[in-house]
């Protein structure tokens, strides 16, 4: 039998540090990392990353323009996903952001719609938030991707439309349209053949 050093190694570890899960807060055996089997088994993927007409984008595309658009789980109210998002969006918990966008990585990684990505884009927190919170998710999220898919991250291709002024413009420049969206796209990204990871 082959003796796996690993395995011991992580024992050990736990033993001094045990580890948590981070859907239920159990405590994970050496053979599990970030969730224990039990929250694994909760989560129902959509594999929208498979297709092209998914829900989420043929919704999106009433809106806006986009090539495609996925999402990693059904959101269930309560269950082991959930409390993931919490510890995310509420706690500051690094780690389970990275866990669950290292996952939508290798989601994308395998999707044919996601195979000709230019690179990755970064929602732009607004500064005093980013400042409370110390960090900005979107961008820990980009990163995580753009280590699995070995693709860029645009960090400041993004602007937040800050002014009423600068919406006006906007959308004087649009003809008259309404300015929905709450950010724009920097003119040196508006090449029509780069598709970026939103
Ligand atoms: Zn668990």
Same mark, same amino acid.
């Given at each position: 039998?082959?003796?796996?050093?690993?395995?011991?190694?992580?024992?050990?570890?736990?033993?001094?540090?045990?580890?948590?899960?981070?859907?239920?807060?159990?405590?994970? &055996?050496?053979?599990?990392?970030?969730?224990?089997?039990?929250?694994?088994?909760?989560?129902?993927?959509?594999?929208?990353?498979?297709?092209?007409?998914?829900?989420?984008?043929?919704?999106?595309?009433?809106?806006?323009?986009?090539?495609?658009? &996925?999402?990693?789980?059904?959101?269930?109210?309560?269950?082991?996903? &959930?409390?993931?998002?919490?510890?995310?969006?509420?706690?500051?918990?690094?780690?389970?952001?990275?866990?669950?966008?290292?996952?939508?990585?290798?989601?994308?990684?395998?999707?044919?719609?996601?195979?000709?990505? &230019?690179?990755?884009?970064?929602?732009?927190?607004?500064?005093?938030?980013?400042?409370?919170?110390?960090?900005?998710?979107?961008?820990?999220?980009? +990163?995580?991707?753009?280590?699995?898919?070995?693709?860029?991250?645009?960090?400041?291709?993004?602007?937040?439309?800050?002014?009423?002024?600068?919406?006006?413009?906007?959308?004087?420049?649009?003809?008259?349209?309404?300015?929905?969206?709450? +950010?724009?796209?920097?003119?040196?990204?508006?090449?029509?053949?780069?598709?970026?990871?939103?």
């Amino acid at each position: 039998m082959k003796f796996n050093y690993s395995l011991v190694f992580q024992s050990l570890v736990d033993l001094f540090f045990p580890r948590t899960c981070l859907g239920c807060v159990s405590f994970l &055996t050496p053979y599990e990392k970030g969730l224990c089997i039990g929250c694994q088994l909760q989560l129902s993927p959509t594999n929208f990353n498979l297709d092209a007409n998914n829900p989420l984008a043929v919704k999106l595309r009433e809106f806006i323009p986009i090539y495609a658009a &996925t999402a990693l789980f059904y959101f269930q109210k309560g269950g082991a996903f &959930t409390h993931m998002i919490h510890l995310l969006k509420y706690k500051g918990v690094k780690k389970s952001g990275a866990y669950l966008s290292h996952w939508l990585a290798l989601s994308l990684k395998e999707s044919p719609l996601f195979m000709d990505l &230019t690179g990755i884009l970064v929602v732009p927190l607004h500064p005093k938030k980013r400042r409370q919170r110390g960090y900005n998710q979107s961008e820990l999220i980009a +990163f995580e991707i753009s280590s699995v898919l070995n693709k860029k991250v645009y960090p400041k291709a993004l602007v937040r439309i800050k002014t009423p002024y600068l919406k006006l413009r906007l959308e004087k420049l649009k003809g008259g349209n309404p300015c929905k969206m709450p +950010f724009v796209v920097l003119q040196i990204f508006k090449i029509k053949k780069d598709i970026f990871f939103l």
